[in-house]
């Protein structure tokens, strides 16, 4: 019979493979956006390289927090 902690870890290694299984398929790969989403610059390579996942500069990006941050 199982006790508490072996019940935890199954729980933990099912909602970890879950996790990974439903990660978006383009982690890792180097499918960097180059243009902003919202002023239409250019990301520089810097935070692409960073932040691979990033769709707006850094301007924009601290923007779209402060708005966040706002609506809070």
């Known amino acids: ?3 508490n902690a072996d019940i935890a870890t199954e729980i933990m290694e099912r ?9 978006p398929r383009w ?3 180097d499918l960097a956006a180059t243009e902003c989403d919202d002023c239409g ?3 520089p390579a810097a935070r692409r390289q960073a932040a691979p996942w990033a769709i707006t500069c850094i ?3 601290g ?3 402060r708005r966040a941050a ?3």
């Open 41 to 43: 610059g250019e990301i």
């Open 27 to 29: 982690v890792g790969l």
């Open 59 to 61: 301007e924009c990006q």
């Open 63 to 65: 923007i779209r927090e």
């Open 15 to 23: 909602r970890l493979e879950g996790a990974l299984a439903n990660r």
């Open 70 to 72: 706002q609506r809070r």
């Open 1 to 3: 019979m199982a006790d």
